[in-house]
């Protein structure tokens, strides 16, 4: 079982609508949870950080975390063609050390017209 | 630019040559991450650093990989003998120490291309 796991995708949806991404991460203790977002050829931005059960929300972006499943998801509401990115899920997994985090493989994402 | 540096942005070598990526910090990070990302795929830990320190390097390749953080100037990541399969993205992040900034999200910088021919 991967440490991080993502669905690669293509996922893709009309714009305006509700993008749902999913990831699951297999270290129960892991206390950090964080959302980037790349762009093809550029760097991993920062979108989204969660620390807590439930749903954190920032403008269009809601995080939602649920430990006891180890599962962690992103909504991205009013999807624009600009959202068109892979979004990459990262976890400071108990194993890890400090700030260390473990990255899933990415999800991309088609915002279509 | 308060952010990550990182340079130089693209690199060119042959196989068998020398590769150095530098990476400067954040400012009042301590700590320094670097990460290789291959095309298509996710970012990868390779090792982490602080000042004169290496943490864990559980990621880096057991040949031709090093990294340091010396207590002046940038973090280098120095690849020797780079061979095609070294061509990549890599990625340098950095963070405050753990004890200022518990799970602090990790901030890169823009990244440094190589390309091996």
């Known amino acids: 079982q991967k440490e991080v796991e993502q669905n690669s995708g293509p996922l893709s949806v009309p714009e305006g609508a509700i993008a749902s991404l999913n990831c699951t991460y297999s270290d129960r203790g892991s206390q950090s949870f964080f959302w980037y977002r790349q762009y093809s050829g550029k760097s991993p931005e920062l979108i989204m950080s969660?620390?807590?059960?439930g749903d954190k929300e920032d403008g269009r972006f809601t995080a939602q975390l649920n430990k006891a499943s180890q599962y962690v998801s992103l909504l991205i509401r009013d999807s624009q063609p600009s959202d068109s990115a892979t979004y990459l899920c990262?976890?400071?997994?108990?194993?890890?050390?400090?700030?260390?985090?473990?990255f899933g493989t990415g999800t991309q994402l088609k915002v279509e017209l | 630019n308060a952010g990550v540096m990182q340079n130089p942005r693209h690199l060119v070598r042959r196989r068998g040559q020398e590769a150095r990526l530098r990476c400067s910090p954040m400012?009042?990070?301590?700590?320094v991450y670097w990460y290789r990302q291959l095309p298509e795929e996710g970012l990868k830990f390779m090792v982490y650093?602080?000042?004169?320190?290496?943490?864990?390097e559980s990621g880096m390749p057991k040949e031709r990989f090093s990294a340091e953080f010396p207590k002046e100037g940038p973090s280098i990541l120095r690849i020797q003998q780079v061979v095609r399969g070294d061509s990549a993205a890599y990625f340098c992040?950095?963070?405050?120490?753990?004890?200022?900034?518990?799970?602090?999200?990790?901030?890169f910088g823009n990244g440094t291309r190589l390309t091996v021919t």
């Open positions: 400012k009042g990070h301590s700590h």
């Open positions: 992040a950095s963070s405050p120490s753990y004890q200022q900034g518990g799970n602090s999200p990790l901030h």
């Open positions: 650093l602080q000042k004169e320190n290496i943490i864990d």
């Open positions: 969660i620390y807590s059960n």
């Open positions: 990262a976890v400071n997994l108990l194993t890890g050390g400090g700030n260390k985090l473990t």
